[in-house]
């Protein structure tokens, strides 16, 4: 399994980014992804979460900003990113958790880096 996150960049506060993954490996449609961010000198947090049935969780500070979609046909899932902050600056990393059975295994891709200025 591979997630090739891209996307990233600077942007003034204010303006817009939009992320993508790219998934080999997995079906994005019959699985759970996500996108997680790190931020300098902090853990890694939750941004948004998308099940394969097409529910959403958003992270308090990007609810109303940030929304996740999935391209089946592409097999992958893209973040787009409106009112950019200057505390929304982190490496986003893609996620997929992958269950079989009753194994579960998480896949990260390599993350992209967004930097906004204020």
């Known amino acids: 399994v591979q997630l090739q996150a891209s996307g990233g960049g600077l942007v003034q506060a204010g303006g817009s980014l939009r992320l993508s993954c790219a998934a080999s490996?997995?079906?994005?449609?019959?699985?759970?992804m996500g996108w997680y961010r790190q931020a300098p000198g902090k853990q890694r947090e939750l941004v948004v979460t998308?099940?394969?049935?097409?529910?959403?969780n958003y992270a308090d500070s990007v609810k109303g900003r940030f929304t996740i979609s999935r391209d089946n046909a592409r097999n992958t899932v893209a973040l787009e990113m409106n009112n950019l902050k200057p505390e929304d600056t982190a490496v986003y990393y893609c996620?997929?958790?992958?269950?079989?059975?009753?194994?579960?295994?998480?896949?990260w891709g390599q993350g992209t880096l967004v930097t906004v200025s204020s």
């Open positions: 998308f099940t394969h049935t097409g529910s959403t």
């Open positions: 996620n997929a958790v992958v269950a079989t059975g009753t194994h579960v295994q998480v896949y």
């Open positions: 490996g997995i079906i994005v449609s019959t699985n759970a």
